[in-house]
């Protein structure tokens, strides 16, 4: 027997079909097992699908994202302490307007102080502040800050009504009105005398006090008494808030050169005016003649003063500047009669006057004298 091959050497290579594994197709009308193949191969997805999923699940991240940021920002802005900080921003940069309108503060023409240029020339305004402590009880709150004042921190406490919501979720607040503080001013001097205050004028009242309500801060009190009288200038100072007013600012007035001089002619008017009477007991002077006869006629009457008296012109007394009479001066008093005796002249004196009392007032024409006595009540007459 005799072995052939084919001369190039393939034929031992067995044929294709029946190599296991191989991915030709059977042929057509072929039935029965079918060749073993590695695995159906998965479809892919494309590029645009794949993206716009990573995009759907990171933008459900932003969303949550966002609407923490967005609840964690609603509920900082909707705070108790931001209408606080609003007001106290205001005060803090001079918009006294600005304040009073956002705290709810009633005013007036009468609150001299309570304008921006009048809190512009107070001293030891509030220059910052921090917020301490806040107290949410459900429909109140309060807040709780330091103010930066005089180089010292003041605490104030502010409360807060809850009047609603935004958009259901975040409450809103609105400050009470702070209670503010006063400057007060008692002054020993005439009624409707003009005091400056920060430079806004104002007259006292018939006790002698001024009350201006003021914000917290120092102001300059200063009394304007034209050329007739003085009084040592002096500050008020206010401290935060809470309706505390200012240690009471007493003033007293001291006559000038000027002041005194027209006082003591105001003396010296009213004991000529009592010498240039015709009376024997001249209306509201300190010297008068008794003794008439009523069976005389008395004519010619008058008084003749002998001596002026000397006073001395001291301080504000609880009805003006205080006039003593140092040494009395003397008056004569003398009169013609007639009468079943016949006809002569009659006199009576020399007697004191009393030039004590008070200066009570000035005005453009200089000072008002009121004597302390009246008709001899604390002097003799003859």
């Known amino acids: 027997m005799t072995d052939q091959q084919q001369a190039d050497g393939w034929g031992s290579v067995p044929a294709v079909d029946s190599i296991r594994g191989t991915q030709d197709a059977p042929p057509a009308g072929a039935s029965g097992p079918q060749p073993f193949r590695r695995g159906t191969p998965r479809r892919r997805l494309g590029r645009g699908p794949l993206i716009g999923i990573i995009a759907g699940g990171a933008a459900g991240v932003l969303l949550l994202v966002a609407g923490v940021v967005g609840y964690s920002v609603g509920t900082s802005t909707h705070a108790p302490d931001r209408p606080v900080r609003a007001f106290l921003d205001d005060l803090t940069a001079g918009r006294v307007s600005d304040a009073l309108d956002a705290a709810g503060i009633d005013h007036d023409e009468r609150d001299l102080l309570l304008t921006d240029a009048a809190y512009a020339k107070a001293k030891d305004r509030i220059t910052g502040y921090r917020i301490a402590a806040t107290r949410d009880d459900g429909d109140t709150a309060t807040v709780t800050a330091y103010l930066r004042q005089a180089g010292r921190d003041v605490s104030s406490t502010f409360t807060l009504d809850k009047t609603g919501t935004e958009w259901g979720v975040f409450p809103v607040w609105e ?153 009395f001066g003397r008056a004569t008093f003398t009169a013609d009669i007639s009468g079943p005796g016949g006809v002569g002249t009659a006199s009576a004196g020399p007697m004191n006057v009393n030039a004590s009392g008070y200066v009570t007032e000035f005005t453009d024409a200089g000072a008002t004298f009121r004597s302390a006595v009246g008709n001899g009540s604390s002097d003799a007459g003859s």
Do not use: H
């Open 175 to 327: 400050l009470e009105p702070p209670r503010l503080g006063a400057v007060d001013v008692s002054l020993r001097g005439p009624t409707g005398t003009k005091v400056s205050v920060a430079g806004q004028s104002v007259v006292t009242s018939k006790d002698g006090t001024v009350t201006l309500t003021a914000l917290p801060g120092s102001y300059d009190v200063a009394v304007d008494g034209g050329k007739w009288f003085s009084a040592k200038a002096s500050t008020a100072t206010v401290t935060g808030f809470g309706g505390t007013a200012s240690s009471p600012v007493s003033m007293t007035t001291e006559l000038t050169s000027a002041g005194k001089q027209s006082a003591q002619a105001a003396v010296d008017a009213w004991v000529d005016g009592c010498i240039a009477s015709t009376d024997a007991a001249p209306a509201g002077c300190s010297f008068y003649a008794y003794g008439q006869d009523a069976a005389y006629t008395y004519s010619n009457q008058k008084w003749t003063l002998d001596t002026r008296p000397t006073v001395s012109i001291g301080a504000w007394a609880a009805n003006g500047w205080l006039v003593t009479t140092t040494s």
